[in-house]
């Protein structure tokens, strides 16, 4: 089956702080979505990449679809507390998806 | 985007009760799914739908059930709830494409 891998499972960083997550698969997919999963509410969709290669942006919130087709990064810069979260990457393609294990970001003022 | 509702928010119910989490949307979307995820663990995939009278098993095997009579609703059902079915529960739409957007959670808890 396919493996897909989140780092790092958790990160403490300061307020102010730049992050960098990625995700890792063993499978090659067309589609990497990001979602951000606030305490006690349902995960939210940050940012979508449909290209290989491509590089998009929400705001603080940058993104690159790897160009194997098998991983993603995410960076936040000058994070804030409400950045607080899990962040699961969920890679899909054709009828098939899946969720990443999370990276759990805690910021410290 | 689209509308999603899921109720109750919480629960606590005593072991051996029939409990009924419901799941509703607005917007007509025939995609449709209910995860289970413990506190600050995995997502995992247990019912989806893709219209009315289409049910399927997700990844995970859950003795809960679901049905999808009309589109817009998709209820998740355990007959006898019992400790370990203790987690929130999360109902999902999915666009054309392949994003999924999420209701508020249901967090049950089985004394």
């Known amino acids: 089956g396919q493996q897909l891998n989140q780092s790092p499972q958790s990160m403490f960083i300061q307020e102010g702080e730049d992050v960098s997550m990625n995700c890792t698969s063993s499978?090659?997919?067309?589609?990497w979505l990001w979602y951000k999963q606030d305490p006690g509410e349902g995960p939210v969709l940050l940012i979508a990449l449909y290209k290989a290669g491509e590089l998009t942006s929400n705001g603080r919130l940058t993104a690159q679809f790897g160009i194997t087709r098998k991983d993603s990064f995410l960076n936040i810069s000058a994070s804030i507390p409400s950045d607080v979260g899990i962040y699961f990457c969920?890679?899909?393609?054709?009828?098939?998806?899946?969720f990443g294990p999370g990276t759990r970001l805690s910021v410290l003022p | 985007e689209a509308d999603i509702y899921q109720t109750p928010r919480y629960l606590v119910i005593g072991t051996g009760k029939k409990i009924t989490l419901e799941c509703s949307q607005t917007?007509?979307?025939?995609?449709m799914y209910w995860y289970q995820q413990d506190p600050g663990m995995e997502l995992h995939l247990i019912h989806y739908?893709?219209?009315?009278?289409?049910?399927e098993k997700g990844d995970l095997s859950s003795e809960s059930t679901v049905s999808r009579i009309r589109t817009e609703h998709f209820p998740l059902t355990l007959e006898s709830a019992r400790p370990s079915h203790t987690s929130q529960y999360l109902c999902a739409i999915g666009t054309g494409t392949y994003e999924q957007y999420f209701g508020p959670g249901t967090r049950l808890t089985v004394t």
């Open positions: 917007m007509g979307h025939d995609k």
């Open positions: 969920a890679p899909s393609g054709g009828q098939n998806f899946v």
């Open positions: 739908s893709y219209g009315v009278n289409s049910t």
């Open positions: 499978s090659i997919f067309n589609t």
